[in-house]
């Protein structure tokens, strides 16, 4: 990354260079350079590029009108709350990244922008897992393996578990005063992030298995609804809108799976290793595939794809399903 030609690269300011090297947050980018002598005094050994930052903080500002549009209008809740709280978590640290772009020797802009940009893609996870028990329903008992509030009541406990340590760890390595506590917290965090990984890589092995089952399902057996269902259910699951449903899943699976990876690569080596001081695969595998994630999880949005039918395939924490679609009351042979 190609530091600014306004940054200089060695002491200018009125102070003797022993305050600057033992108070960072006293330098500015005019009195200080990036690094001096192999000590790192600014967050990053980069300034964040003002334009892709800016361009990510404003994807995810523009997402928060659809989601609540298009949640409000189909009552899709759980969604709703979901993916608003992950992109208010994108959009603060992202604004910490673009105050980093002015100041990268002040910490709390770095501290906000490396906890608030961690565990907000949990919350995306989380919108992901509320959808697949309601595809369970709609599609029929008959070619899942487990009855569909397994399928949310685990994942969701799964994620939160992620949320926990990531939460947790950002806050001990925010707070540390050591180096011995700092690396504590970022190894909780790494713990958090190995765990979404985890959990990730279970559910596209459940999902890829369900979908397997459905595609093989004999259309003749007697007991499946996948054929036999309501005329809605077939309606809703050939329209466009629940393709694009299907797709946008798929996509932020994917992407959720990938930069939780990256991630815990960048954090192993250390706040301040190679990988952490990289601008470019940051931006790429953390800020675009995030945005090219939630964009879809906009697109191929629930409300949509089920047609206002979303309370309707819900399930019962005393059942399998909604009674209201015939085809959830499933007698397995």
């Given at each position: 990354?190609?530091?600014?030609?306004?940054?200089?690269?060695?002491?200018?300011?009125?102070l003797?260079?022993?305050?600057?090297?033992?108070?960072?947050?006293?330098?500015?980018?005019q009195?200080?350079p990036?690094?001096?002598?192999?000590?790192?005094?600014?967050?990053f050994?980069y300034?964040?590029?003002?334009?892709?930052n800016?361009?990510?903080?404003?994807?995810?500002?523009?997402?928060?009108?659809?989601?609540?549009y298009?949640?409000?209008?189909?009552?899709v809740?759980?969604?709703?709350v979901?993916?608003?709280?992950?992109?208010?978590l994108?959009?603060?640290?992202?604004?910490g990244?673009?105050?980093?772009h002015y100041?990268?020797?002040?910490?709390?802009?770095?501290?906000?922008?490396?906890?608030?940009?961690?565990?907000a893609p949990?919350?995306?996870?989380?919108?992901?897992?509320?959808?697949?028990?309601?595809?369970?329903?709609?599609?029929?008992?008959?070619a899942?393996?487990?009855?569909?509030?397994?399928?949310?009541i685990v994942?969701?406990?799964?994620?939160f578990?992620?949320?926990?340590?990531?939460?947790?760890?950002?806050?001990i390595?925010?707070?540390?005063?050591?180096n011995s506590?700092?690396?504590?917290g970022?190894?909780?965090?790494?713990?958090?992030?190995?765990?979404?990984?985890?959990?990730?890589?279970?559910?596209?092995?459940?999902?890829?298995?369900?979908y397997?089952?459905?595609?093989?399902?004999?259309p003749t057996?007697?007991?499946?609804?996948i054929i036999?269902?309501?005329?809605?259910?077939?309606?809703?699951r050939?329209?466009?809108h629940?393709?694009l449903?299907?797709?946008?899943?798929a996509?932020a699976?994917t992407?959720i799976f990938?930069?939780s990876?990256f991630r815990?690569?960048?954090?192993w080596?250390?706040?301040?290793?190679?990988?952490e001081?990289?601008?470019?695969?940051f931006?790429?595998?953390?800020g675009?595939?995030?945005?090219?994630?939630?964009i879809a999880l906009t697109?191929?949005?629930?409300g949509?794809?089920?047609?206002?039918?979303?309370?309707?395939?819900?399930?019962?924490l005393k059942?399998n399903?909604?009674?209201k679609?015939?085809?959830t009351?499933?007698?397995?042979t």
């Amino acid at each position: 990354m190609t530091i600014s030609p306004n940054v200089t690269n060695t002491f200018t300011g009125p102070l003797p260079i022993a305050s600057y090297l033992a108070t960072p947050a006293l330098c500015t980018l005019q009195t200080c350079p990036l690094t001096w002598d192999g000590v790192v005094l600014s967050a990053f050994t980069y300034i964040p590029v003002l334009s892709g930052n800016v361009v990510l903080l404003a994807i995810f500002a523009a997402l928060l009108l659809p989601q609540f549009y298009l949640s409000i209008r189909y009552k899709v809740w759980g969604y709703l709350v979901a993916m608003v709280f992950g992109l208010a978590l994108e959009i603060i640290g992202y604004t910490g990244r673009v105050q980093m772009h002015y100041n990268p020797f002040t910490q709390q802009p770095y501290l906000t922008q490396l906890i608030c940009l961690t565990i907000a893609p949990a919350f995306f996870s989380g919108a992901v897992y509320l959808c697949l028990s309601r595809i369970v329903i709609l599609n029929g008992l008959v070619a899942s393996r487990f009855a569909p509030r397994t399928y949310t009541i685990v994942f969701v406990i799964f994620d939160f578990i992620s949320l926990c340590l990531q939460g947790v760890g950002g806050g001990i390595a925010a707070t540390g005063n050591t180096n011995s506590t700092v690396n504590t917290g970022r190894w909780i965090m790494i713990g958090g992030l190995l765990w979404q990984v985890v959990c990730t890589a279970i559910f596209i092995v459940v999902c890829a298995d369900y979908y397997l089952r459905v595609r093989l399902m004999n259309p003749t057996t007697t007991d499946t609804e996948i054929i036999a269902g309501d005329e809605d259910a077939k309606l809703i699951r050939a329209s466009l809108h629940f393709k694009l449903f299907l797709f946008g899943l798929a996509v932020a699976t994917t992407g959720i799976f990938t930069r939780s990876i990256f991630r815990v690569a960048e954090l192993w080596g250390g706040f301040n290793g190679s990988l952490e001081n990289q601008e470019i695969p940051f931006m790429i595998l953390e800020g675009g595939v995030i945005a090219a994630s939630c964009i879809a999880l906009t697109l191929g949005h629930p409300g949509w794809a089920f047609q206002g039918y979303w309370g309707e395939v819900n399930f019962s924490l005393k059942g399998n399903g909604s009674m209201k679609w015939p085809w959830t009351k499933v007698i397995r042979t």
